[in-house]
Structure formats: C-alpha cells, structure tokens
C-alpha cells in the first residue's frame, strides 16, 4: 500500500487538492487527461499517426513503441519530464465510495499548472511537426574540411 502522498511544494495533502496539483487521474485516464488538460487533441492525434506512419515505413514498429499513448510512465518520459514546469509525478492508493473504484491515481504535480498545459502543448505540436532524420550524420559532416589539422601537419614535417 502507497500511502498518502504531499504537495512536494506545499506539502498538502493530495486530497486536499492544492494549487500545484495539476493532474489526478486513474492510471488508465491519465494520458488522454492530459492531453484534455492541454487542449492539444488535435496536434496530439497528428503527432500519434506521424509516428505510427514513421515506424511502420522504418519497420521498427511495435506495440512497446506507441506505450506513450496511454501508459503513463511513457508518456511522462516522451512528454512531461523534460518540461520546465514539470514538479513531478507520484502514485496514490485510493478507495473510491466502493471497493471497485480502489486503484492506484497518478498525480502529476507541478508549481504552475496552466503554465504545464501551455508548454505541454506546444511540445506536442513541436514534435508532432518534426521530421526524424533517417540517417544520422549525413552529407554536412563530410564537409567540414580539416584544414587547420593537415596544415599544421605539414609544417611539421617542414
Ligand atoms: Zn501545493
């Protein structure tokens, strides 16, 4: 048993809902609460089907790839942590009024909020526009030309 959890920033109860407590959801919620939370439906479905396009045309594609669309651990990992206003991300035993609503809630902590939704969502239109390069390296690496090196080679040998 997880017992209860405080506001790392406050130290609220996370029942007792504080100010930084943007997100608490039952696992099985959490990522399309999120993506709710942000209003980011739309680049959120853009960014899920490039993806899938991408790992289908590389032949990488696998069911543990797409986990970020609706594991949180994943989500949090692709996603949230890299946030400045990210505070943290905790799990919570809770009973509901019956025994059947008991589960473990993610609770998504974060010292602004509405600040977390905004870049939130600008991240998932950033990446849900970006292009992976196929190839790492590429033609710009041969270019750089080592003349220095090979000048100061031949003054050596001068
Ligand atoms: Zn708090």
Known sequence: MIS??????CRE???TGCEH???AAEGRDFVRRC?????GEKPWRALCET???EELASGEWSPEREDYTW??????EEFLKALTWFGGMEYE??????????????LLWSKAPRRLWWELRDELECQ????????????????????PESRRQTSLRL
Do not use: Y
């Open 35 to 39: 993506v709710e939370l942000c209003q």
């Open 128 to 147: 849900g526009r970006e292009r992976r390069p196929k190839v790492a390296g590429g033609p710009k690496s041969e270019l750089r030309n080592p003349k």
């Open 51 to 53: 993806r899938h396009r």
């Open 21 to 23: 407590l943007a997100l």
């Open 13 to 15: 109860p996370a029942l």
């Open 71 to 76: 594991l949180e651990t994943a989500f949090c």
């Open 4 to 9: 209860q959890k405080h506001c790392p920033f």
């Open 93 to 106: 035993w809770r009973s509901g009024a019956n025994p059947a609503q008991a589960g473990f809630w993610v």
